[in-house]
């Protein structure tokens, strides 16, 4: 088994997907507020979230043909979604697909809506995780042949950390610091957000002297444990204006899963997610991005933890390897820098209700890219009449992961 488990991928292995580019239009969207809700049941924040997102298209219920609900643990199958929203006999099929739950609803329902077989699809995502005793600190819990790793969240990711900093010569308080921009940044973004988990802005100062939660990590180094939903509804590209005059084209979705042999394979050095790297390029294909950096107008990933969030700037090419840590410290992904990251707050800010935070990404695609998000979180002039912006969505740790990554646009291809 463990031979196995050794087996390298295939060198120069891609995603080899057609791609569904502006077949398909986002033209409502709803997302609750994330956070601690003792008083809500996870039916509560699917069905706000699910009206929400009708009602931003001007649908009812029974107007939606299908439906796909992303969930990791708070539900396991359509029935957690049609009871609450009383559906009358419609196909709902639950998906689980690790932390990109919520991303796989959204694929699904792309590609339902594609194919022909239903006119209007959800998506939708929710996770009660504050009542369910779960955190990032409990083990993973998969019966294997005991030669697996148990690391909890934070330590997994935690090694990210030294590996980053060893392999581009960065000492260990410039990888403080960079570290502690990301933090302060992102929560800076989510204290100017009414439906985030965390709004308070965060001094460095604070951030620095947080207790420790696992190797270099500290308590504002990961994402909080909270609730929350989030939907989108997806007719056929040609159809969108029935129900929005500013509908958001799918350009690209892409998914890889990894052969997951990273934590036993000598060559990986966790400083990089090749799932990320895989799943980035096929996604800019399907989308015929050549810069993103220069054509994106923002990009909402997965920070998880904030060394998450910079391993990923550069996997997603938003910067050179060995130079991200660099241009986070110069403010490029700041809300007024060349390209903002996780303007939204992130789930440094949100948290990670795990199916609903793949949707909660575009949620705030949708917003930006219809000029509907509040002045105090709008995009600067260097990004100014740009038409895209990405979600990446991240499911398991370093060396053993999946990634999703989608781009969506307000204007369809010429
Ligand atoms: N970021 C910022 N603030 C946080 C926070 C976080 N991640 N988690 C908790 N807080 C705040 C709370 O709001 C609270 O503030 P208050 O005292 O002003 O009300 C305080 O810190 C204590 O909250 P509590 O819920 O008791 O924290 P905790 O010690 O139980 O949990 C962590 C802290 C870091 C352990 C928890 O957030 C965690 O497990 N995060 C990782 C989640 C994870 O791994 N997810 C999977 C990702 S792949």
Not at 29 to 58: I, K, P
Not at 184 to 199: D, E, I, Q, S, V
Not at 277 to 291: E, I, N
Not at 334 to 362: C, Q, T
């Amino acid at each position: 088994m463990l031979i196995y488990r050794c087996r390298r991928p295939r060198v120069g292995g891609s995603v080899a997907s057609r791609g569904i580019r502006d077949k398909v239009a986002i033209v409502g969207m709803g997302c609750t507020r994330f956070g601690d809700h003792w008083a809500a049941s996870a039916d509560d924040l699917l069905v706000e979230a699910a009206r929400a997102a009708t009602a931003s298209a001007g649908l009812t219920d029974d107007q939606v043909d299908a439906y796909w609900l992303g969930t990791l643990g708070s539900g396991s199958s359509g029935l957690t979604l049609s009871r609450p929203l009383r559906l009358p006999y419609r196909p709902v099929t639950r998906v689980e697909n690790y932390c990109a739950a919520g991303s796989e609803a959204l694929r699904n329902a792309c590609y339902a809506v594609a194919s022909g077989a239903y006119d209007v699809a959800m998506a939708i995502g929710v996770e009660k995780l504050k009542d369910s005793a779960m955190s990032g600190l409990a083990g993973a819990a998969v019966p294997g042949d005991g030669t697996e790793p148990e690391l909890t969240a934070p330590a997994a990711f935690s090694l990210l950390a030294p590996a980053y900093a060893r392999k581009y010569g960065l000492d260990r308080s410039v990888m403080r610091e960079v570290l502690d921009r990301i933090a302060w940044k992102n929560h800076a973004n989510g204290a100017r957000n009414p439906l985030a988990h965390f709004r308070r802005a965060v001094p460095l100062e604070a951030i620095r002297k947080a207790p420790r939660v696992a190797g270099e990590l500290g308590l504002f180094d990961c994402s909080g444990v909270s609730d929350g939903s989030a939907a989108a509804i997806v007719v056929r590209a040609e159809d969108a204006h029935r129900y929005t005059d500013r509908p958001l084209y799918v350009k690209a979705l892409s998914l890889a899963a990894g052969p997951a042999t990273g934590v036993v394979d000598p060559d990986y050095d966790f400083t990089t997610f090749p799932e990320v790297r895989a799943s980035a390029r096929d996604a800019y294909r399907q989308a015929g991005v050549v810069d993103p950096k220069a054509e994106l107008a923002l990009a909402e990933v997965h920070d998880c933890f904030t060394v998450t969030e910079l391993v990923l700037l550069e996997d997603l090419g938003l910067a050179e390897p060995g130079r991200a840590w660099q241009a986070v410290l110069d403010g490029a992904f700041d809300l007024d820098g060349e390209l903002p990251v996780n303007p939204d707050g992130g789930l440094k800010a949100f948290g990670h209700p795990i199916g609903a935070s793949g949707l909660r990404m575009l949620f705030e695609c949708w917003l930006q890219l219809r000029g509907e998000a509040p002045p105090e979180r709008s995009l600067p002039e260097a990004v100014r009449g740009r038409t895209l912006a990405m979600t990446q969505n991240l499911g398991g740790g370093p060396g053993e992961c999946l990634s999703f990554v989608s781009i969506v646009g307000s204007e369809p291809s010429a």
